[in-house]
């Protein structure tokens, strides 16, 4: 879990400069348009679409933008059709990545994919080569000086309302939830008045490769961002741990 955490919190910080620039919108767009095409566009019956409104929601996403999103996966305006694909390959030290896709020309994204993964020391791999190595599930992390409640406390409340799991890491609390009860427990957060840093359903690697050698953990924090930073990539899930000096080395 420490390589998930770390890599969650770098980047919804990079969100965050992402969403100024509008690069974010479209990515959030594209998922608007999947969850309505595939679930229609009630947000209270459709989940994914709701998790997608919200996730627009926290980047200030303006409300035309998300609802010309929604109309565009519903057929009532003009736009492109998008593909949902799982591409997989390894990074520097043999680390495996998983990324969800959703593109409009396959045969581009999948050239540009594989440029991007040899430029930073790895190969996109084969259909299964690594996705058995990870399980979705709702991930919420809290910022421990943002809960005034016991740590004992805090996790009997979250455990209660069906969490799986709850442990500190660094300066947070972390929680996992199945997906479908991942709103549920945030909800029972919020309502009790606690910030939620993260909350978001995701891929959890069932093992981690530690990478220690600076240099390497370098090019894969790299080859991470050039992923994350593709237009076509939706998420980027990996399954390193790389230390904090690394990180702030790579920055």
């Given at each position: 879990?420490?390589?998930?955490?770390?890599?969650a919190?770098?980047?919804?910080?990079?969100?965050?400069?992402?969403?100024q620039?509008?690069?974010?919108f479209?990515?959030?767009?594209?998922?608007?348009?999947?969850?309505?095409?595939?679930?229609?566009g009630?947000?209270d019956?459709?989940?994914?679409?709701?998790l997608?409104?919200?996730?627009?929601?926290?980047?200030?996403?303006p409300?035309?933008?998300?609802?010309?999103?929604?109309?565009?996966?519903?057929?009532?305006?003009?736009?492109?059709?998008?593909?949902?694909?799982?591409?997989?390959?390894?990074?520097?030290?043999?680390v495996?990545?998983?990324?969800?896709?959703?593109?409009?020309?396959?045969?581009?994204?999948?050239?540009?994919?594989?440029?991007i993964?040899?430029?930073?020391?790895?190969?996109?791999?084969?259909?299964?080569?690594?996705?058995?190595?990870?399980?979705r599930?709702?991930?919420?992390?809290?910022?421990?000086?943002?809960?005034?409640?016991?740590?004992?406390?805090?996790?009997?409340?979250?455990?209660?309302?069906?969490?799986?799991?709850?442990?500190?890491?660094?300066?947070?609390?972390?929680?996992?939830?199945?997906?479908?009860?991942?709103?549920?427990?945030k909800?029972s957060?919020?309502?009790?008045?606690?910030?939620?840093?993260?909350?978001?359903?995701?891929?959890?690697p069932?093992?981690?490769?530690?990478?220690?050698?600076?240099?390497?953990?370098?090019?894969?924090?790299?080859?991470?961002?050039?992923?994350?930073?593709h237009?076509?990539?939706?998420?980027?899930?990996?399954?390193?741990?790389?230390?904090?000096?690394?990180?702030?080395?790579?920055?």
């Amino acid at each position: 879990m420490a390589g998930h955490s770390k890599w969650a919190n770098i980047k919804h910080k990079k969100a965050r400069a992402d969403a100024q620039k509008g690069h974010l919108f479209t990515k959030i767009s594209r998922e608007l348009m999947v969850a309505a095409r595939q679930g229609g566009g009630d947000i209270d019956s459709n989940f994914r679409l709701r998790l997608a409104v919200q996730k627009a929601r926290d980047v200030n996403m303006p409300n035309d933008n998300i609802n010309r999103a929604i109309k565009k996966g519903l057929g009532e305006v003009d736009g492109m059709k998008f593909e949902e694909m799982i591409y997989e390959g390894y990074g520097p030290g043999g680390v495996a990545i998983l990324l969800e896709i959703m593109t409009d020309n396959r045969n581009r994204t999948a050239s540009e994919l594989r440029n991007i993964f040899t430029r930073h020391n790895g190969n996109l791999g084969e259909t299964g080569c690594v996705a058995w190595m990870f399980t979705r599930r709702g991930y919420i992390s809290l910022s421990k000086d943002k809960v005034d409640l016991d740590e004992d406390d805090l996790m009997l409340l979250v455990l209660e309302e069906g969490a799986e799991d709850f442990k500190t890491e660094g300066s947070s609390y972390e929680i996992i939830t199945e997906p479908e009860l991942l709103e549920e427990v945030k909800n029972s957060l919020l309502n009790r008045q606690f910030d939620v840093d993260i909350a978001e359903v995701t891929m959890f690697p069932q093992s981690v490769v530690k990478v220690d050698d600076e240099e390497e953990g370098k090019v894969l924090l790299q080859l991470m961002e050039s992923l994350e930073d593709h237009d076509d990539v939706q998420s980027v899930y990996a399954n390193f741990d790389v230390s904090d000096e690394i990180i702030s080395v790579g920055k």
